[in-house]
């Protein structure tokens, strides 16, 4: 079992920017392919961005493309989502979501383990 620990959400101001972090306890976390994903209230869950085990190969939504950049850190097990000019329509509660296999998918049912999630609020 594989538990993840998101940090780093908050309110923002339109045009700001947050840094999201996520810890995992996976002692395999270098094989592993990681994503976030975001649910603002009343939708579904959409993708936000995912890279591969390694963190060479990255893919992002066109919605957040060119403002958020996914990174990952094998070292010290964790993933990070560094969001700028954010938006007032990227409030929502952003997840981090792992699977453990190389390649990276921006399909919520190819993710096997989930954290509990981090509120982002962007004010305009």
């Known amino acids: 079992q594989v538990q993840l620990v998101e940090s780093g959400g908050g309110l923002v101001q339109a045009g700001g920017s947050l840094r999201l972090s996520c810890a995992a306890s996976?002692?395999?976390?270098?094989?592993?392919?990681m994503g976030w994903f975001r649910q603002a209230p009343g939708k579904e869950r959409e993708f936000v961005a995912a890279?591969?085990?390694?963190?060479?190969?990255?893919y992002s939504a066109d919605s957040v493309k060119g403002r958020f950049t996914i990174s990952k850190d094998n070292a010290k097990n964790t993933v990070s989502l560094q969001m700028n000019s954010l938006k007032p329509e990227d409030t929502a509660v952003y997840y981090c979501?792992?699977?453990?296999?190389?390649?990276?998918?921006?399909?919520?049912?190819?993710?096997?383990?989930w954290g509990q999630g981090t509120q982002v609020t962007v004010s305009s």
């Open positions: 979501a792992a699977r453990p296999r190389v390649a990276p998918y921006n399909a919520i049912e190819k993710y096997d383990f």
């Open positions: 996976a002692r395999t976390f270098a094989s592993y392919a």
């Open positions: 890279l591969n085990w390694s963190g060479a190969v990255t």
